[in-house]
């Protein structure tokens, strides 16, 4: 009786323990397992004679790029606190004098900026072989095709493409991938020797370029406070740069004092004086990160 009692325990114990490896070992079911949130990331990298600051947006994100523009020029902490932005990078050109963009700005579908309107712009005579130029430079758009956000870069004569409605706007440039447009936008000429963005000098600069999943990067290539002088990135190189990070489509926003980007509470400028200190300038227009 002792040694059927025994037998009996033994079996139960194999029971409980073939029971328990067959539990463990059963395959989670895929619906229950937590996939890691799509969120913004920032990271730096040093170039020879520039920090560069980079967001990236993943494409089919919970996050937003979308336009601003300010009835007075504003810091980028002040678009920030306006709209709850998560981010902000400068974005299109504009007159400091006057105050009036000199880019194009097109918020849900309207055109609230328009260059034609700015009086110091039209009728300057430097500038007046080259309107026509700069009334088609590029734009960075947010389209709503169907249900899906859809990110483009493209001259201001081109049309959206077929289902999709243009949402927001803002137009800077050159373009910088896949090509260097700098004499197609008016902002180079070689015959003049005319090149209003001293594009082959280092210089502190901001871009905006898509990756070929849709994701979308932001760049602030800063001058380093211990060589302001001779210090930031060329059109050429940020060009070059923006290849590095993925992107095959991108464009020059406003650089200069006016380089200047806003991340999780920080903001980060460009530009710095002689003794190193960071020049903080106002801008027209911005590039926001929000939560959808």
């Known amino acids: 009786m002792r040694k059927i009692k025994l037998l009996g325990l033994i079996l139960i114990s194999l029971a409980m323990v073939l029971w328990f490896n067959l539990r463990s070992s059963t395959p989670s079911i895929p619906t229950v397992v937590s996939l890691p949130a799509k969120t913004i990331r920032y990271f730096e990298r040093t170039l020879p004679q520039s920090i560069a600051h980079i967001l990236l947006i993943p494409a089919n994100s919970r996050f937003l790029v979308t336009s601003a523009l300010s009835q007075k020029v504003a810091t980028v902490e002040e678009f920030a606190q306006k709209h709850r932005a998560v981010a902000i990078l400068n974005a299109g050109f504009f007159d400091p004098v006057n105050q009036k963009s000199t880019s194009y700005v097109v918020l849900q579908g309207k055109l609230v900026a328009n260059p034609k309107e700015n009086e110091r712009l039209v009728n300057n005579p430097n500038l007046k072989p080259y309107l026509s130029q700069i009334f088609n430079r590029t734009e960075f758009r947010r389209y709503l095709c169907g249900q899906t956000i859809r990110y483009s870069i493209a001259l201001h004569s081109e ?3 077929a289902g999709c409605q243009l949402v927001d706007a803002i137009g800077a ?24 963005l001293g594009s082959n000098q280092p210089n502190a600069r901001t871009a905006v370029g898509i990756t070929r999943d849709g994701s ?8 380093k406070p211990s060589a302001p002088a001779n210090s930031g ?13 993925g992107a095959d489509q991108a464009m020059n926003l406003d650089g200069g004092s006016s380089s200047s ?8 400028y460009g530009k710095v004086d002689l003794e190193g200190n960071s020049i903080k300038r106002p801008v027209k227009s911005v590039l926001l990160v929000q939560e959808n």
């Not at 440039?173 to 209003?196: Q, Y």
């Open 159 to 161: 049309s959206s493409p």
């Open 261 to 268: 980007l806003y991340y999780n509470g920080k903001t980060f």
């Open 233 to 245: 990135v060329s059109l050429p190189v940020l060009a070059d740069f923006m290849k590095t990070l």
């Open 173 to 196: 440039g050159p373009r910088l991938l896949p090509e260097l447009t700098l004499v197609k936008e008016g902002f180079v000429d070689n015959t003049n020797k005319r090149d209003a």
């Open 216 to 223: 979308v990067v932001l760049v602030m290539a800063a001058q």
